[in-house]
């Protein structure tokens, strides 16, 4: 898969960008921004390595997507397939992604499930993060599957803790009286919230919680 496109400066200036799939070749890239994006005091042993990366090509291609800007490593999503059970919403990051390794990947699965989004702060006014999205939705609609999911961490939630639940907090922001830099992000991508998931990820910024939030396949019925 390669996708080519322009993305656009909030000046307008034009960028040639391409998105496509990760390779050997880009892991201590990946890892690079992985590092920018995730500065202490998010934990460094959450940051992919070679290991992860190598079973990420090699057990889901279609779900290891980079982004290049002129050509320089910009971004990356990876994904996997699950069977998930509408009626289990909780888990943790650790045991569906299999601690980042993903050999939990299950090629007869009914749904994406997004292990990260990562985009280097030097090109995060592109809307990179929107195409990386756009496109695993279409990996969605490639393969038949029935939704993409992801648990988006609440990162503002520790300086409204003392006044909101998680619960309270997430209505908050889906009011617009407030705005989360993930959860607000991932809505206007079109996911819609799911489930609040208790201890998801070990994360200061938001208390260990997540918000369990999908995008179902417009193409299948129901």
């Known amino acids: 898969m390669k996708k080519e496109l ?3 400066t909030p000046e307008g200036y034009p960028h ?3 998105i496509r799939q990760y390779k050997e070749a880009d892991f201590d890239g990946l890892i690079r921004i992985q590092a ?3 500065p202490p005091p998010f934990p460094s042993e959450l940051w992919w ?3 992860q990366l190598a079973n990420h090509v090699a057990l889901f291609p279609q779900g290891a997507l980079c982004v290049e800007v002129e050509g320089e490593l910009a971004g990356s999503m990876t994904g996997l397939v699950v069977d998930y059970d509408a009626e289990r919403p909780q888990h943790t990051w650790e045991e569906i992604t ?4 993903i050999r939990t990947h299950n090629p007869r699965g009914n749904s994406l499930y997004v292990v990260d989004i990562s985009v280097s702060p030097r090109y995060r006014k592109l809307g990179l993060g929107k195409w990386l999205m756009q496109t695993m939705y279409e990996v969605v609609v490639q393969l038949g599957l029935e ?4 648990g988006g961490r609440m990162s503002g ?3 409204w803790a003392e006044r909101f639940s998680p619960q309270q907090y997430l209505e908050e922001v889906l009011a617009g009286r407030l705005a989360d830099p993930v959860i607000t992000f991932l809505l206007r991508c079109g996911r819609t919230p799911v489930a609040v998931l208790e201890d998801y990820l070990e994360d200061e910024e938001s208390l260990n919680h997540a918000v369990l939030m999908e995008w179902r396949n417009p193409f299948l019925g129901g």
């Open 6 to 8: 322009y993305t656009f």
């Open 16 to 18: 040639r960008t391409v």
């Open 36 to 38: 920018e994006c995730f």
């Open 49 to 51: 390595n070679k290991e």
């Open 98 to 101: 299999d601690g980042g390794y």
């Open 147 to 150: 939704r993409l999911l992801g």
């Open 157 to 159: 939630y520790c300086r």
